[in-house]
């Protein structure tokens, strides 16, 4: 089991979370952290405002679909995202909350968000938990930063107005034998990923042994994994761990399991170019190309079905 690190006391002694969280992900790729400030009404509330989104009749869903959009924002239909290399799509449905830019900033790669009406307060509720996980995001890459010797800040600039997601995740009750599972094994593009956990079990990561471990949190703890553009960016020193969500056992087959993941992003146009520090002649450079995060986010969109 991976121990909970505790943000609030690592605020009294960085180099400490640093150290831990920086272990953490350097062995699983994965951390478990608590104490992370985010109250649990606005948890909770976003949690019931996706419960009431997928409960809408999918004629109704359906109208909040964005063509030509990959999924970025809106709604995306059961049965589209497929993990790249499997021959049948997930088992799961989703909405998308991305960045609502400043006046006067625009980044043409971002799509505007899509307005849910029939729903009073969904926007503003499921956008105060983008915000309070995009905050608490800023203050993992701060470990993370100190961890591989850079400056405390050096994230800041490169993720304030990225292009990151909130996903609302809805994995219906499954029936008979499913073709596919909720969610094939797979990494995440972005830079770090925060997953607030779901009341049904499932998720596990793929340890370096070849077993797959249960990712089972306390209640009330966040789920931090290290995404493919931030693999990249340290030259595998901080390592993107296949994971995967299981169909459930017979006897909570008949549940569904929601879930919200944020994505936390790059901006678009920041060149993702492998850190001197993290070359050595134990570790030659990977990645001798550098890629922008919008490029490398298209490539993998098409990957896993969601962008032509």
Same mark, same amino acid.
């Given at each position: 089991?991976?121990?909970?690190?505790?943000?609030?006391?690592?605020?009294?002694?960085?180099?400490?979370?640093?150290?831990?969280?920086?272990?953490?992900?350097?062995?699983?790729?994965?951390?478990?952290?608590?104490?992370?400030?985010?109250?649990?009404?606005?948890?909770?509330?976003?949690?019931?405002?996706?419960?009431?989104?997928?409960?809408?009749?999918?004629?109704?869903?359906?109208?909040?679909?964005?063509?030509?959009?990959?999924?970025?924002?809106?709604?995306?239909?059961?049965?589209?995202?497929?993990?790249?290399?499997?021959?049948?799509?997930?088992?799961?449905?989703?909405?998308?909350?991305?960045?609502?830019?400043?006046?006067?900033?625009?980044?043409?790669?971002?799509?505007?968000?899509?307005?849910?009406?029939?729903?009073?307060?969904?926007?503003?509720?499921?956008?105060?938990?983008?915000?309070?996980?995009?905050?608490?995001?800023?203050?993992?890459?701060?470990?993370?930063?100190?961890?591989? +010797?850079? =400056?405390?800040?050096?994230?800041?600039?490169?993720? %304030?107005?990225? @292009?990151? &997601?909130?996903? $609302? /995740?809805?994995?219906?009750?499954?029936? +008979?034998? =499913?073709?596919?599972?909720?969610?094939?094994?797979? %990494?995440?593009? @972005?830079? &770090?990923?925060? $997953? /607030?956990?779901?009341?049904?079990?499932?998720?596990?990561?793929?340890?370096?042994?070849?077993?797959?471990?249960?990712?089972?949190?306390?209640?009330?703890?966040?789920?931090?994994?290290?995404?493919?553009?931030?693999?990249?960016?340290?030259?595998?020193?901080?390592?993107?761990?296949?994971?995967?969500?299981?169909?459930?056992?017979?006897?909570?087959?008949?549940?569904?399991?929601?879930?919200?993941?944020?994505?936390?992003?790059?901006?678009?146009?920041?060149?993702?170019?492998?850190?001197?520090?993290?070359?050595?002649?134990?570790?030659?450079?990977?990645?001798?190309?550098?890629?922008?995060?919008?490029?490398?986010?298209?490539?993998?969109?098409?990957?896993?079905?969601?962008?032509?």
């Amino acid at each position: 089991m991976i121990e909970p690190i505790s943000i609030a006391e690592g605020s009294e002694n960085k180099a400490k979370l640093a150290r831990d969280l920086g272990e953490c992900f350097a062995r699983y790729g994965f951390a478990v952290i608590s104490d992370h400030g985010i109250p649990a009404p606005v948890v909770d509330t976003a949690f019931e405002r996706t419960r009431q989104f997928f409960a809408l009749p999918e004629a109704v869903k359906r109208k909040y679909a964005v063509p030509g959009g990959a999924g970025q924002r809106g709604y995306t239909p059961f049965g589209i995202e497929t993990a790249k290399g499997a021959d049948r799509p997930d088992l799961k449905e989703f909405w998308h909350v991305g960045r609502n830019m400043p006046p006067g900033l625009v980044d043409p790669s971002m799509l505007p968000n899509v307005p849910m009406p029939e729903i009073g307060d969904f926007d503003a509720k499921t956008y105060q938990l983008f915000q309070a996980l995009d905050a608490l995001g800023m203050s993992v890459l701060e470990g993370v930063a100190l961890y591989l +010797g850079l =400056p405390a800040n050096y994230f800041d600039d490169k993720v %304030e107005y990225g @292009n990151s &997601i909130l996903r $609302l /995740l809805h994995y219906p009750p499954v029936s +008979g034998k =499913p073709s596919g599972v909720r969610a094939g094994a797979h %990494e995440d593009i @972005n830079v &770090i990923t925060l $997953l /607030l956990g779901a009341e049904e079990a499932g998720l596990q990561l793929l340890d370096r042994d070849g077993k797959w471990l249960d990712v089972d949190p306390p209640p009330g703890c966040v789920v931090v994994n290290i995404g493919d553009m931030l693999q990249r960016l340290t030259n595998h020193v901080l390592p993107s761990t296949t994971h995967r969500v299981i169909n459930p056992t017979p006897e909570r087959a008949a549940f569904p399991r929601y879930s919200l993941p944020f994505f936390q992003h790059f901006a678009s146009d920041f060149l993702i170019e492998t850190l001197p520090a993290c070359i050595s002649a134990s570790r030659p450079n990977r990645y001798p190309v550098p890629i922008t995060a919008d490029d490398y986010l298209k490539e993998r969109l098409a990957e896993i079905k969601l962008k032509t």
